[in-house]
């Protein structure tokens, strides 16, 4: 079976330092990552995936995302914190052999203080 | 391009009565089609998916039902809502290419008292 664990419920980070939100992955075969942001009552929004190649990948609103499989873990970042990326942010798994059931954390939620 | 849409976009039932959440996928044909449930606020539960029409998959047991009449419409229902229904319901597709990456409509939130 796939996980996924944020071991983070919040994180604080003041506007203009860097941001880092953790997350951990389990599949059996080759892992499909992603991460999705969401703003109070509304959808997820898809940021950025990790499917093969560099394991530095790079999204929307100047979010990236480092992949290391040693430790099987798939952090976002952002060199420099807006107060507007406040949310709750969920990273993502699905098996890249498998069907595309996607299994999501419980989420991180990001507080950005001016 | 593609959009979702789902409505209602808020409900309050009561204990007992029925329950219909629609969702409709434009500028795609064929897509899988996932019912999510985010429960205070917090992480994503999936109920149920389809491959096509008339196919579902249950994820959980529960009070809820799912089913695909059309291509692009997915329906999720309830006879008898129970308290522990109450929460914000997504519907999600598959993008077309890539990984897979899920792309969802703005939820529908559901109190039931």
């Known amino acids: 079976a796939q996980s996924v664990a944020q071991p983070e419920d919040q994180v604080n980070v003041a506007e203009g330092n860097p941001l880092t939100v953790k997350c951990t992955y389990s599949?059996?075969?080759?892992?499909?990552l992603f991460w999705y942001v969401q703003y109070p009552n509304r959808g997820l929004q898809f940021l950025l995936k990790?499917?093969?190649?560099?394991?530095l990948v790079k999204g929307s609103y100047g979010f990236e995302a480092e992949f290391n499989k040693s430790q099987t873990s798939f952090h976002l970042k952002k060199p420099s914190a807006l107060v507007s990326d406040s949310a709750l942010y969920f990273c993502?798994?699905?098996?890249?052999?498998?069907?595309?059931?996607?299994?999501f954390g419980t989420g991180t939620k990001l507080q950005v203080i001016p | 391009s593609q959009t979702i849409h789902q409505w209602p976009a808020t409900l309050v039932q009561p204990v007992g009565s029925p329950l219909s959440l629609e969702c409709t996928v434009e500028?795609?044909?064929?897509?899988?089609l996932y019912w999510y449930r985010q429960a205070a606020g917090r992480g994503l539960q999936l109920l149920f998916y389809?491959?096509?029409?008339?196919?579902i998959s249950s994820e959980v047991p529960q009070n809820l039902s799912a089913s695909r009449p059309q291509d692009r419409q997915f329906i999720l229902s309830s006879k008898k809502l129970l308290l522990s229904d109450s929460g914000f319901y997504l519907c999600?597709?598959?993008?077309?290419?890539?990984?897979?990456?899920?792309?969802f409509g703005e939820g529908s939130r559901l109190t039931v008292l």
């Open positions: 999600a597709w598959v993008g077309l290419a890539g990984a897979g990456e899920l792309f």
């Open positions: 599949v059996s075969g080759n892992p499909y």
């Open positions: 990790y499917i093969t190649g560099d394991n």
């Open positions: 993502a798994v699905r098996d890249a052999g498998g069907y595309q059931k996607v299994t």
């Open positions: 500028g795609t044909s064929n897509p899988n």
């Open positions: 389809s491959v096509g029409i008339g196919q």
